[in-house]
């Protein structure tokens, strides 16, 4: 089994739904990150958190501790969020980060 | 532009050839890492840092070596490529452990 389990695996939304990335570990952590994919390959860095809720524009991220468990919302979603989402863990027995295997975003017009 | 600049964007190997991957960050970030990504795998380290003359193992170091003479530098070697290495390679590196990571934009490595 996995130490992050991301949920789904492909998700297709027409524009302007609200989308929810599901994210659970099983390790103890010292923060999670969510990372977004383009299709030309680059990984940029959304969020690192290690408790409550961050905003950034369209994007939510949640993280419940206790339940291990983190959320990825995007609100009124767009074409170009058309991506791989990816959840990361940094382990707190090491200076690494632990990945899910990411879920493939495609926002219809 | 500040960030994480990785070398070569594309190389093709044969069999038994070795190369070297370059990553070099100017943000005087203290940690650098290499990852491979693999379809219908996440991202897996190979090799990482956290300071100038410290490396370690990360979760498949098999095949490769790695070296961190300076803080900007991070190089990842592969000294006999083998058609199970044909992956996409990124580097990235951070200021402390649970600060954001930068990545660089990939290395796309086919071995044949």
């Known amino acids: 089994k996995n130490e992050v389990e991301q949920s789904p695996q492909n998700l297709t939304a027409q524009e302007g739904e609200f989308i929810t990335i599901n994210c659970s570990y099983s390790v103890g952590i010292s923060a999670l990150h969510w990372l977004q994919q383009h299709p030309g390959g680059g990984i940029v860095s959304l969020f690192m958190?290690?408790?409550g809720k961050k905003k950034h524009g369209r994007l939510i991220a949640t993280i419940n501790i206790q339940e291990k468990h983190s959320s990825l919302h995007i609100t009124a979603s767009h074409p170009r969020d058309s991506a791989v989402y990816i959840c990361?863990?940094?382990?707190?027995?090491?200076?690494?980060?632990?990945f899910g295997e990411g879920t493939q975003l495609t926002v219809n017009p | 532009n500040a960030g994480v600049t990785q070398t070569p964007k594309f190389q093709v190997l044969k069999t038994g050839q070795s190369m070297t991957l370059q990553c070099a960050q100017d943000?005087?970030?203290?940690?650098m890492s290499w990852y491979r990504q693999d379809p219908g795998m996440g991202l897996r380290l190979i090799h990482y840092?956290?300071?100038?003359?410290?490396?370690d193992q990360g979760e498949v170091p098999n095949g490769y070596n790695v070296s961190r003479s300076t803080t900007e530098d991070f190089p990842l070697r592969l000294l006999s490529a083998a058609p199970s290495q044909t992956s996409v390679y990124f580097c990235?590196?951070?200021?402390?452990?649970?600060?954001?990571?930068?990545f660089g934009s990939g290395t796309r490595l086919t071995v044949v």
């Open positions: 958190l290690s408790s």
């Open positions: 990235a590196s951070t200021r402390e452990v649970d600060r954001g990571y930068t």
């Open positions: 990361a863990v940094g382990v707190t027995s090491g200076s690494r980060l632990t």
């Open positions: 943000m005087n970030h203290e940690y």
């Open positions: 840092s956290v300071g100038a003359g410290i490396t």
